[in-house]
Every structure is written in C-alpha cells, then in structure tokens.
C-alpha cells in the first residue's frame, strides 16, 4: 500500500519546455487534487477532481491542465513552462470532497523554470 | 490579509518544552486541519476538528469556533518534533469541494 506516489521527485525545465507531473493513490478514493507550494506562502490549489471523470479549478488553474484518467490516476501537465511555475507540487487524495475527508499527500515534485 | 494566520512563524524550543501554535481565521469553516510537513518534504494530516479538542499522542488539538482560533499544543517536545506545523480550514464558501485554505505554517525546531 503505496498510499500517493508522485513521478518525478524533481525536474529542471527551461522556459516553454512542456511537462506532466503523474500522480496515483491505491487507496480507492474519489477525491485527488494538485497544490503547489511556494516560500513563505501556504499551499494553494491548482486543480482537483471531485470523482472520476470531473475536474475543476482551484485558486491557481492559469498555465496548467490536469487530466483525471482513471480512479487513480490524475496528472497535472504544464504545455509551457514558465519561471513563476518553479515550485513545488503536492498531489493529495481523499475519500470524498466531503468538508470532514482527511487529504493525503504525495512527497511532492520540485520543479524549476530556467 | 490572510484569511487563516500562523504564529509564531519560527519557533525554538529546548527539549521537554511545551509548545503552543496558534492559527487564526475569518472566514467560516466547516472543519479545521492541522498538518505537519516533514524537513524532507512529506506532508501528513494531524487533527482534523470541527468543535473541541482531540488529542493524540503528545499532541493536543484544540478550536474555538466563536473566536475563530485553534492551537496545537506539544508536550513533553523531542527533537523529532521538529517540522513545519501547517494549519488550514475548509470554508464554507464555494460549497464543499475540495477547497482547503492553508495558513504559512508555523516552523519549529526543538533542541536536544
């Protein structure tokens, strides 16, 4: 039981290079969602998936794409990498979006923008 | 201003301590969550509350609802304590989906 697993741990891109970072859970939940996490600011949503087969954005969407493509997969994709994407991002999973669902995290990808 | 506060934002203690982090907020919530962030990167949920206080281990959480505030508390601190201990809430606004609202975090280190 691998709980969230996040490929790759880290990745330099220069700037207009296009990625995907992946994400799966084992854990059969519903709800995943894609954050990043800047210094010296919380983490803010980019994305999430409420259930298989519906996404919506969060407070961040500009310059990004995710595809929720099966139960357990849901990737984020950056078609033109720019500075201000360097980051780290967190996939993270729960149940249901219910108010009282835990979140679990994935280790988080480092990436950097040239 | 930020809609969910941290403090402090550093915090060293010696070893044995008894720590208090405070998170405040001003939007409704439904539920608040306290995680901690491990120095290697790793993120896991602590406490999960909506009223009242929940306690596991050595640590301790608390909310007032009325006065919009939760802390953390630590006793008996150790040295594997220390992490960045991150506070956030589930608004009520926007329905329920999904929408968590992370305060900076709280970074402590304890000192053998």
């Known amino acids: 039981n691998a709980g969230v697993t996040q490929t790759p741990k880290f990745q330099v891109l220069k700037t207009g290079q296009s990625m995907t970072l992946q994400c799966a859970q084992d854990?059969?939940?519903?709800?995943m969602y894609w954050y990043r996490q800047d210094p010296g600011m919380g983490l803010r949503l980019i994305y999430y998936?409420?259930?298989?087969?519906?996404?919506d954005k969060g407070e961040v969407p500009n310059g990004y794409n995710v595809s929720r493509l099966n139960k357990r997969e849901f990737s984020l994709r950056l078609e033109s990498a720019a500075p201000s994407q360097t980051s780290v991002y967190f996939c993270?999973?729960?149940?249901?979006?219910?108010?009282?669902?835990?979140?679990?995290f994935g280790p988080g990808t480092r990436l950097t923008v040239l | 201003k930020n809609e969910v506060e941290q403090s402090p934002q550093n915090l060293t203690a010696q070893e044995g301590e008894f720590i208090t982090i405070n998170c405040s907020y001003s939007?409704?919530?439904?539920?608040l969550h306290w995680l901690q962030q491990h120095p290697g990167g790793g993120i896991v949920s602590l406490f999960m509350?909506?009223?009242g206080k929940k306690k596991h281990g050595r640590l301790i959480a608390t909310i007032n609802i009325q006065e919009k505030h939760s802390s953390l508390h630590i006793t008996a601190s150790h040295p594997r304590d220390s992490a960045v201990y991150i506070c956030?809430?589930?608004?009520?606004?926007?329905?329920?989906?999904?929408?968590?609202?992370f305060g900076k975090g709280t970074k402590l280190s304890v000192k053998p």
């Open positions: 993270a999973s729960s149940t249901t979006p219910a108010v009282r669902a835990e979140q679990f």
């Open positions: 854990m059969n939940h519903n709800s």
């Open positions: 998936s409420a259930s298989e087969g519906t996404t």
């Open positions: 939007v409704g919530i439904s539920a």
């Open positions: 509350l909506s009223s």
């Open positions: 956030a809430v589930r608004s009520r606004r926007g329905g329920s989906q999904g929408n968590l609202i």
